[in-house]
């Protein structure tokens, strides 16, 4: 979660979506960084607005540019079985995925990190559930839409992302997945999916 009150912007971090290197080249731009998990990274904007009503009282809040990016739910829930993997979570039985097959993921490690799992469009409405962006990227248009953004708050370099925090090479596809798990993913991120139809990739003016 990033905030600037002089070039008026708001990044919400999304979790695996090229959060982390989105912030390398926006954290200079920024009197808040929040770019530590257990510090509030991946917070909520309802959760965030909360959190900092005091800050957010210095800057009239309809004139900030809200952005953050969404990601296909196969993808998402592929990303973070694959990204756990990564040995620096070795020593983490709870977040260790490493020693898991897919089935084991669904049985074990998603009941002991349901905060990890939840619907992502939860991070992008406010209290009263209504959509807070002006722009809300799909990762599948990253590219796109960081242009967008990048033109928006004065910030080119956003168009030129440094690799961070990748997946370990030869994590699990999607087409390594059976039918039955991906309806599993389609099922508990259904609202995911019709958040991205409806407001993905669509520019809202400030």
């Not at 070039?7 to 959060?19: G, Q, Y």
């Not at 510090?39 to 005091?54: L, Y």
Request: contains cysteine.
């Amino acid at each position: 979660m990033l905030l600037s009150l002089t070039k008026k912007f708001l990044f919400i971090a999304n979790l695996k979506t090229a959060s982390t290197a989105i912030e390398r080249v926006l954290h200079g731009h920024c009197e808040l960084r929040l770019t530590h998990s257990p510090f509030g990274k991946h917070q909520t904007f309802a959760e965030f607005a909360e959190r900092f009503r005091w800050m957010m009282s210095l800057t009239n809040v309809e004139e900030l540019f809200v952005f953050g990016v969404i990601r296909d739910p196969v993808d998402f829930v592929l990303s973070l079985y694959n990204s756990h993997k990564r040995e620096q979570f070795k020593d983490n039985p709870r977040l260790y995925t490493g020693d898991m097959d897919f089935a084991r993921f669904q049985a074990q490690w998603v009941p002991r990190n349901a905060d990890q799992l939840k619907n992502q469009y939860l991070r992008f409405v406010s209290a009263e559930g209504r959509l807070i962006t002006n722009l809300l990227i799909s990762y599948a248009k990253l590219d796109e839409g960081l242009a967008m953004a990048a033109e928006k708050i004065g910030v080119p370099e956003l168009t030129k992302l440094p690799r961070a925090n990748t997946s370990p090479e030869g994590g699990a596809k999607r087409a390594d997945l059976t039918k039955e798990q991906i309806d599993w993913i389609e099922q508990r991120f259904k609202r995911d999916r019709e958040f991205i139809d409806r407001h993905a990739d669509r520019l809202i003016s400030v």
